[in-house]
């Protein structure tokens, strides 16, 4: 009798890597309305980019749902877009806050939902052009970043 199940040691579909390159469309940051979960160290590193006080910071660009706090969207054409999100004149989409920016936006799109099976990658792909496009990144890089990132 193994002492392991078979699931825990067959390999993650996407074993032999999967490509990203980001293509600055923005759409990671836009779309329906949702979250950016934020940690207090992460609140902090923000703040501090920004100048401002913590308490300055969440009153001005976040939010608390269900005691946790997420960054504010606000409404334009292209949807619900992330506070920080600028677009320049040719439509590229620009983080202001990027060197600073939460977690969950460094390991998008290594999510665990878009890593379950193939089709939630594909899904992932049909709104993210930089998917299965670019850089190759290995299986032990995607798992980085793929426990990294939070519950949602």
Request: net charge positive.
């Amino acid at each position: 009798m193994p002492s392991t199940s078979s699931k825990q040691n067959k390999p993650e579909w996407y074993a032999d890597g999967l490509s990203f390159s980001c293509t600055q469309c923005g759409n990671c940051c836009s779309g329906p309305p949702g979250y950016v979960w934020m940690d207090d160290k992460e609140i902090n590193a923000i703040a501090t980019h920004l100048k401002l006080s913590t308490p300055d910071f969440l009153r001005r660009h976040a939010r608390q749902v269900d005691g946790r706090w997420t960054l504010n969207e606000r409404l334009t054409p292209k949807g619900y877009d992330c506070v920080f999100l600028q677009r320049d004149d040719q439509g590229k989409a620009l983080c202001t806050i990027y060197s600073v920016r939460p977690v969950q936006c460094r390991t998008w799109p290594f999510w665990t939902d878009n890593l379950r099976k193939p089709a939630d990658w594909d899904r992932a792909g049909s709104r993210c052009p930089g998917i299965d496009k670019g850089k190759l990144y290995p299986i032990e890089q995607i798992r980085i970043l793929r426990d990294e990132t939070p519950e949602f």
